[in-house]
């Protein structure tokens, strides 16, 4: 079975600041992942993936995550932190092969201090 | 380009009254479809996909049903509501069956059950 974690319910980080927001992943095989953000009362949006290859993909808005196969991480960053990036972050992972669904971890907020 | 469309935006309903909820996708040919809840603000519940017309798997038993009359278009139903039915509801899209493809999600509708 799959399963993905977001170890932190809300990251706090200063406007300018870098920002880090944790995802660990448990998958049999090589995973997916993926990255979405979802703005209050709307849908969420897709960020970035990661399939194979190089191991830090970058997205949508400045934000870049780091694929750690010995970690089982996958980390969203990003180097200089806005009020407008202040949302709810879902990882989520996929196993290959075949249809798998996706599962989402439960959300980190991600709150921008000016 | 494509688009996804879900309506209503909100919905306050009686327990007991029925449900339809429709979601469209403009733009794109033989997606796959997914209906998604949200409580809380949160974690994400699949309720259903579909990879094609008439054809609609179950994720989780439950007091909802789920329909795809044609391509693009998939319903969300119940004949009578609870109140634990209450929640964010997102339907979301994904070209093919190849587990790398990100999904993209409606606006979703928000429904009250009183």
């Known amino acids: 079975a799959q399963s993905v974690a977001q170890p932190e319910d809300q990251v706090n980080v200063a406007e300018g600041n870098p920002l880090t927001v944790k995802c660990t992943y448990s998958?049999?095989?090589?995973?997916?992942l993926f990255w979405y953000v979802q703005y209050p009362n709307r849908g969420l949006q897709f960020l970035l993936k990661?399939?194979?290859?190089?191991?830090l993909v970058k997205g949508s808005y400045g934000f870049e995550a780091e694929f750690n196969k010995s970690q089982t991480s996958f980390h969203l960053k990003k180097p200089s932190a806005l009020v407008s990036d202040s949302a709810l972050y879902f990882c989520?992972?996929?196993?290959?092969?075949?249809?798998?669904?996706?599962?989402f971890g439960t959300g980190t907020k991600l709150q921008v201090i000016p | 380009s494509q688009t996804i469309h879900q309506w209503p935006a909100t919905l306050v309903q009686p327990v007991g009254s029925p449900l339809s909820l429709e979601c469209t996708v403009e733009?794109?040919?033989?997606?796959?479809l997914y209906w998604y809840r949200q409580a809380a603000g949160r974690g994400l519940q699949l309720l259903f996909y579909?990879?094609?017309?008439?054809?609609i798997s179950s994720e989780v038993p439950q007091n909802l049903s789920a329909s795809r009359p044609q391509d693009r278009q998939f319903i969300l139903s119940s004949k009578k509501l609870l109140l634990s039915d209450s929640g964010f509801y997102l339907c979301?899209?994904?070209?093919?069956?190849?587990?790398?493809?990100?999904?993209?999600f409606g606006p979703g509708t928000r429904l009250t059950v009183l």
């Open positions: 990661y399939i194979t290859g190089d191991n």
């Open positions: 733009g794109t040919s033989n997606p796959n």
């Open positions: 579909s990879v094609g017309i008439g054809q």
């Open positions: 979301a899209w994904s070209l093919g069956l190849a587990s790398y493809n990100e999904q993209f």
């Open positions: 989520a992972v996929k196993q290959p092969g075949g249809y798998q669904k996706v599962t």
């Open positions: 998958v049999s095989g090589n995973p997916y």
